[in-house]
């Protein structure tokens, strides 16, 4: 089947989900087989996710949908990931940003390259890979509107949410082999909501888990 009838196919399944139509055609516009290594080009439109080398993974569809969706990301925000990955992620969430940016925070280096060549084949210029540690966030772009967490965390880290605005949201998987899928909304205090259960790469280095 070609790769467009694939993606096609993706976006349908991801609809049944109850996945909004914004972050739908977010997704219709990011070709994710240019985001995974040529030998898993097969699957590149499957709902699970796939290595991508150095012992990671990009994460399925749906959870990039589902976490798009919860963090109701809107033109003109800024937004900081945590674990770059292949950078597509980052991708549909520069999509969702439109005007707006993303810095997108990796920890191994190559893949910082990886996820920057990626971002650059599938034309988008208002992502940023940063080589960091990102579990202390990245101070120097903050406050962010949005905070996307794509590894595992021992907690809702407040390094993140000291560096997000008033009103802004942050999605972080909270856990060891199993998290839970926390949204916390930065009002007066922290609301924070359990959204289920998800199973991430754990979040390495200060404030991580040890490797
Ligand atoms: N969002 C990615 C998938 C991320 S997998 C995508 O769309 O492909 C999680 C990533 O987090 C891995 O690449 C891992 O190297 C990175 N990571 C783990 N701990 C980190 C840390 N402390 N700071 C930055 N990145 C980290």
Redesign the pocket.
């Given at each position: 089947m070609e790769l467009e009838t694939q993606k096609n196919r993706l976006i349908g399944e991801l609809r049944q989900h109850g996945i909004s139509e914004r972050v739908l055609e977010a997704m219709r516009r990011i070709p994710r087989h240019l985001?995974v290594p040529e030998q898993e080009l097969r699957d590149a439109y499957a709902d699970y996710p796939l290595p991508?080398g150095?012992g990671?993974?990009?994460?399925a569809p749906h959870m990039?949908a589902i976490m798009c969706d919860l963090l109701d990301i809107q033109d003109g925000m800024s937004i900081l990931?945590?674990?770059?990955?292949?950078?597509?992620?980052?991708a549909v969430m520069g999509v969702l940003a439109g005007s707006g940016h993303v810095y997108?925070?990796?920890?191994?280096a190559p893949?910082a390259s990886f996820?920057r060549e990626n971002l650059k084949k599938a034309g988008i210029t208002n992502v940023t890979v940063v080589v960091?540690?990102?579990?202390l966030g990245l101070p120097r772009f903050a406050p962010y509107d949005r905070i996307s967490v794509?590894?595992a965390s021992p907690e809702i880290l407040d390094t993140l949410t000291g560096q997000l605005k008033s009103n802004g949201k942050l999605v972080i998987p909270v856990g060891k082999n199993f998290q839970e899928l926390y949204l916390v909304t930065k009002t007066n205090g922290l609301k924070k909501e359990a959204k289920g259960g998800v199973v991430?790469?754990?979040?390495?280095?200060?404030?991580?888990f040890p490797y």
């Open positions: 985001f991508i150095w990671q993974t990009i994460s990039v990931e945590i674990g770059a990955g292949s950078g597509y992620h980052a997108t925070v990796e920890v191994i893949l996820a960091e540690y990102g579990s794509a590894a991430f790469v754990p979040l390495v280095g200060k404030k991580g």
